[in-house]
Nanobody, 124 residues
Framework: QVQLVESGGGLVQAGGSLRLSCAAS????????MGWFRQAPGKEREFVAA????????YYGDSVKGRFTMSRDNAKNTVDLQMNSLKPEDTAVYYC?????????????????WGQGTQVTVSS
């Protein structure tokens, strides 16, 4: 059973930055694609970013392109999400997710493992 734990959320002013981290309970990076999703109150869970196991490929949701950067450290079993130029509409609970296999997916249904989420609040 893979366990994922997010950290790094908090309150920040618009235009500021935050860095989220996700730690995995075991070495899964040789066979798992990792993703970040977010969910705002009253809205569906939204794709934010995903990265291949080798970090060769990354994909971003349209709303965060150019502002967010996803990375991974296979030696530490961690993935990070650097969030810059934050906007109030980025306010949400952010979830780390893992998907077995090499194919990157933007669908939340493709991910079988999820963290508990970390709150990000951006004030205007």
């Amino acid at each position: 059973q893979v366990q994922l734990v997010e950290s790094g959320g908090g309150l920040v002013q618009a235009g500021g930055s935050l860095r989220l981290s996700c730690a995995a309970s075991q070495s899964i990076f040789s066979s798992y694609t990792m993703g970040w999703f977010r969910q705002a109150p009253g809205k569906e869970r939204e794709f934010v970013a995903a990265i291949s196991w080798s970090a060769d490929n990354t994909y971003y949701g349209d709303s965060v392109k150019g502002r967010f950067t996803m990375s991974r450290d296979n030696a530490k079993n961690t993935v990070d999400l650097q969030m810059n130029s934050l906007k109030p509409e980025d306010t949400a609970v952010y979830y780390c997710a893992a998907r077995r296999g090499a194919v990157i997916s933007q669908s939340r249904l493709a991910y079988g493992y999820w963290g508990q989420g970390t709150q990000v609040t951006v004030s205007s």
